[in-house]
């Protein structure tokens, strides 16, 4: 290797975040800051927002609301979830190959069953939703097959990761010992996935309730419906209320998802919560949840299973399909060329949107995370414990749940209260959302370093911003780009959402022709989507490679 | 030669939540003196160390490094010269390269603002070239350390404890996860750089074998008391049963 390749080589991770810092800052430009970018009156509606934090409406009209509206966004992430789970269960396990022997076979039906999942989620469940909606109207079937649809596309993806995974050798045992292969599955991949599966579908199930909640876009009602509602009335105490309700629930299941993940892994049996064994308790919960849920949509709601997939929703499919491909008109937007350069400069507005997010949320989790680690906190890696610690620790943790307890297209929401439209409060409510996330898994990566160099870099003498540069920052680095990769590419595929209610790039303008019928062009803004999103995937494979 | 201690403790006891790990140890090092720690898991090997690293605090007693109690050791980059430490071949930090961990010996000379332009432009290049040498892995110097095997990364350890150059070179089981041809290659070369610049060695170990091959002086620890402190030449066969049946012994009570 010559000098200059072992040079990029040896320091590809200090390059990669230093051209991701430059991209950043190039960014930054595309905002012209010298205008107005606050609404008139934009300090003052935040000061307003801000106070009602802590004066929430608690009154028995807005609470019975609350608890109804929780009730309907757990209902629609339930129904969605068990959709997703079928769905994922029967393509992760044909994507995944490990039911053909032959290997071309194999190929093809990986190959086939890949693209497949591959292209149910590049598609946001939003999108999925309107496309629904403008098809075949609201009904709750058009929710919970545009929750089901992305949401099977993710975990089939991540289910047929984990059966590819699995170690060779039991395998091998039980095809020496003359199982079949659907045998082989459910005596072998199965059993050993279980865990990670349960797991992952869990917290896949607490996303599911932040998407049920933004349904209320496309008129579903639960709680995105009423704090939309409670917003355009300027009741910022009410719109509290129910944000509370929305954070609890996710909190409630990322904190029943983690015990039953403790308990599942160490397998014990005796775990129990009020005297009752957790792992019967979470089965009948989740049971009675099931079966409640599609009770209610059922009967409450008065879903219609036969008449979604009957003769006339056929016929305004295809009548809606003609329609985005523009069967008989002569202004097709995906053939004119003035069209396409738009829909490019909004393209570009989206990713620089997705660029800004990312490096706010970036910012964000930078200043904060050292506090929260575990090890920090507690003096257990270098710095010794000091009294505050415990209370830094605490309040930040909260504000990362509570920040992504929020759904994106919610702070959207708000943040237009504040911001006049454009790619800047786009920008700040996905920022504010994934700051959370990101918060959370780099202070997990802190927490997962190894102490023994660190405690070996002190007895060489190091002092702690020593042990910080030598130890902790070459150790979590990798981790630390990963994530802010992965979240990149989440955001991305995001932007649309947050464009719908004002904060520019492709969003707005899907939003906009949605509401003139211009459906040629919804087919144009949704290929430059597809077209992005597997941009993204690409170059954030590169970024992966580079650092590896 | 001018005898001189380097290291004397004097009664000392550590208890862990109320176990005893040591009991009551009192004895004196003299400088240049080739120690194996010798006994079985359990038996107060690694704890005795860490207590010379300064990385714990005895329970009771005192110990004096080089004519002062350890506490008075203020600083740790003044401690860093006096005693360095290498352990498994978890010490390194995998994902530096290689000239970074071993200049990481050099932390305890250089002020902040060096040490984190170092990982720029590496500072005194030439030390860690020729400390590198001296473990033969010159070839390894712009190398990721998770790359290398655990033999290697044992001899980078080693380069960083000879840019470090304290006065003690601690080391805690430095061969346990090595296989045989391994661990005698990476102890021989232990052994003879602390022979050539006069360092005073205390390696604790699980091999007997190795411990009488290399060491002048070996230290048997049982139950966290001495069972034997004895020049090599003076072990017996008989000595080495006693250690071990005893133990057995005690182990089926």
């Known amino acids: 290797m010559n000098n200059s390749k072992k040079f990029i080589h040896l320091y590809s991770k200090s390059l990669l975040s230093l051209g991701l810092l430059l991209i950043f800052i190039l960014s930054l430009f595309s905002i012209n800051w010298e205008d107005k970018l606050i609404h008139s009156g934009g300090k003052a509606t935040l000061a307003q927002i801000s106070r009602a934090i802590f004066s929430p409406d608690f009154s028995g009209e807005i609470l019975h609301l609350s608890f109804i509206s929780t009730w309907r966004t757990l209902v629609y992430a339930v129904a969605g979830i068990s959709l997703a789970i079928i769905i994922a269960f029967i393509f992760g396990v044909l994507s995944s190959g490990i039911l053909f022997k032959n290997k071309t076979t194999k190929k093809i039906f990986m190959h086939i069953f890949r693209r497949i999942l591959g292209f149910m989620r590049s598609i946001h469940e939003l999108i999925w939703a309107w496309l629904f909606v403008a098809a075949l109207g609201l009904t709750p079937f058009s929710a919970i097959f545009a929750l089901a649809i992305p949401y099977g596309g993710t975990l089939g993806r991540i289910f047929s990761d984990m059966l590819k995974d699995v170690s060779n050798k039991p395998i091998e045992a039980l095809d020496s010992s003359g199982a079949s292969n659907f045998q082989i599955l459910f005596y072998g991949y199965l059993p050993m996935v279980k865990l990670d599966m349960i797991s992952y579908t869990m917290y896949r199930f607490e996303c599911a309730v932040r998407s049920s909640a933004i349904m209320s876009f496309i008129g579903l009602g639960g709680l995105g419906y009423q704090i939309q509602l409670s917003l355009a009335d300027l009741a910022y105490n009410e719109v509290w209320t129910f944000i509370f309700f929305l954070v609890s629930l996710v909190i409630f299941i990322d904190l029943w998802s983690n015990i039953l993940r403790n308990i599942l892994i160490k397998d014990n049996n005796k775990s129990s919560i009020f005297g009752l064994n957790f792992k019967k308790l979470s089965f009948l919960l989740i049971l009675t949840l099931l079966i409640s849920s599609w009770w209610f949509i059922f009967k409450i709601e008065g879903a219609d299973i036969f008449s979604f997939f009957s003769e006339k929703n056929y016929y305004y499919t295809k009548k809606f399909l003609s329609e985005l491909i523009g069967i008989g008109r002569d202004d097709i937007a995906y053939l004119n060329l003035f069209h396409w350069k738009n829909a490019l400069v909004l393209t570009l507005q989206t990713l620089n949107m997705s660029i800004l997010a990312i490096g706010f949320s970036t910012i964000g989790m930078l200043i904060t995370v050292i506090p929260v680690a575990r090890n920090i906190s507690d003096g257990s890696l270098g710095r010794t414990a000091k009294w505050y610690n415990r209370i830094l620790f605490s309040i930040i943790r909260f504000i990362y749940i509570f920040s992504r307890a929020v759904p994106e297209l919610i702070w959207a929401m708000i943040v237009i209260f504040v911001f006049k439209p454009g790619i800047l409060p786009g920008a700040i409510a996905l920022a504010l959302h994934n700051f959370g996330i990101l918060g959370k898994l780099s202070a997990e990566a802190i927490e997962g370093i190894d102490a023994r160099p660190i405690k070996n870099l002190s007895t060489s003498g190091a002092n702690s911003p020593e042990q910080l540069f030598y130890g902790i920052i070459p150790d979590i680095m990798k981790k630390f780009i990963t994530y802010i990769i992965y979240r990149w590419e989440v955001i991305l595929r995001t932007t649309i959402i947050v464009g719908f209610v004002g904060a520019g790039g492709l969003g707005h303008q899907f939003k906009l022709s949605m509401s003139y019928f211009h459906y040629t062009e919804i087919t144009l803004i949704l290929v430059c989507y597809i077209l992005l999103v597997w941009f993204a995937d690409i170059l954030s494979d590169k970024m992966r490679e580079i650092i590896k | ?253």
């Open chain 2, 1 to 253: 030669m001018l005898k001189k201690e380097i290291i004397s403790i004097n009664n000392i006891s550590k208890e862990f939540k109320g176990k005893k790990a040591l009991s009551s140890l009192s004895f004196n090092i003299q400088k240049g003196e080739l120690i194996a720690l010798i006994g079985s898991s359990g038996s107060g090997k690694t704890t005795l160390l860490n207590i010379f690293s300064s990385s714990i605090d005895p329970t009771q007693g005192e110990v004096i490094i080089d004519g002062k109690g350890i506490n008075e050791y203020k600083s740790n980059k003044v401690f860093a010269k006096k005693v360095g430490m290498i352990r498994q071949q978890f010490d390194l930090v995998e994902e530096l390269p290689v000239i970074h961990n071993v200049l990481a010996g050099r932390l305890s000379q250089w002020s902040t603002t060096k040490s984190i332009l170092s990982l720029l432009i590496p500072q005194d290049k030439t030390l860690a070239i020729k400390s590198l040498k001296r473990v033969g892995l010159e070839d390894k110097l712009y190398e990721k350390t998770s790359n290398l095997s655990g033999g290697q990364k044992q001899r980078v350890a080693l380069a960083r404890l000879l840019v470090q150059n304290p006065e003690i070179v601690l080391a805690d089981e430095p061969v346990a996860s090595l296989d045989p041809t391994r661990s005698e290659d990476v102890l021989s070369l232990l052994v003879s750089l602390a022979k050539e610049e006069n360092k005073t060695l205390i390696t604790s170990l699980h091999s007997v074998k190795y411990a009488k091959k290399h060491f002048n002086r070996i230290i048997a620890l049982r139950n966290g008391k001495i069972f034997f402190d004895l020049p090599t030449k003076d072990i017996t066969e008989s000595r080495l049963e006693d250690l071990y049946s005893l133990q057995e012994l005690d182990n089926n009570e």
